[in-house]
C-alpha cells in the first residue's frame, strides 16, 4: 500500500479536525510525509492551519470550495491540547461566559499565562491572537 493511501485512510480514521505533521513520523521519512501532505492541501483534503499542523477540510455548500471542519476556536483547542499547551480564554471571553459583561470578544484570544507562544495559527482570513498574564508575582 502507497504511503499517500495510508495517510489518507489514517486521516480519515481520525476522530478530531486537528492532524499533526508528527503523527505520521512513523510511517516514513520526513521529506515523504511533507510532500504527501502538500500533496492533500493541494487536493483540498487538508488545510494548513499552523507550522506543522493542518485542518481536515468539508466541502461548503455555498461556494463549492473545501472549507475547514471546525472554527477557530474549535481548531485552535484541539491543536493546543494536542501540543499539551495549556491555554485558557481571554480576560474578555471569560467575563462574557461569567455573566459579567455583556460585550462579545469579536476575535479569537486566549491567554496563555506567563507562556511565551509565537505559533501563528490562521484559519481562512481569521488569526488567532495571545493574551500575557502582566501581573507581577509577590516575592
Partial sequence: MKLEDRMSRSIKQR??????RSDFADMASD???GRVLA????DGML???????FAKTRINKFTGKPTPAGT????TAELFR????S???SALAAEYSSGKSTQIPMGATV????RRITRKVTVGSSTLTYEKDLRRTEV
Fill in 15 to 20: 476522530a478530531g479536525v486537528v492532524v499533526l
Fill in 87 to 89: 491555554v485558557k480564554p
Fill in 47 to 53: 488545510v494548513r492551519v499552523s507550522k506543522g499542523a
Fill in 111 to 114: 491567554s496563555t499565562g506567563r
Fill in 39 to 42: 500533496r492533500f492541501v493541494d
Fill in 31 to 33: 521529506s515523504q510525509i
Fill in 82 to 85: 494536542k501540543l499539551k499547551i
Fill in 72 to 75: 477557530l476556536e474549535m481548531i
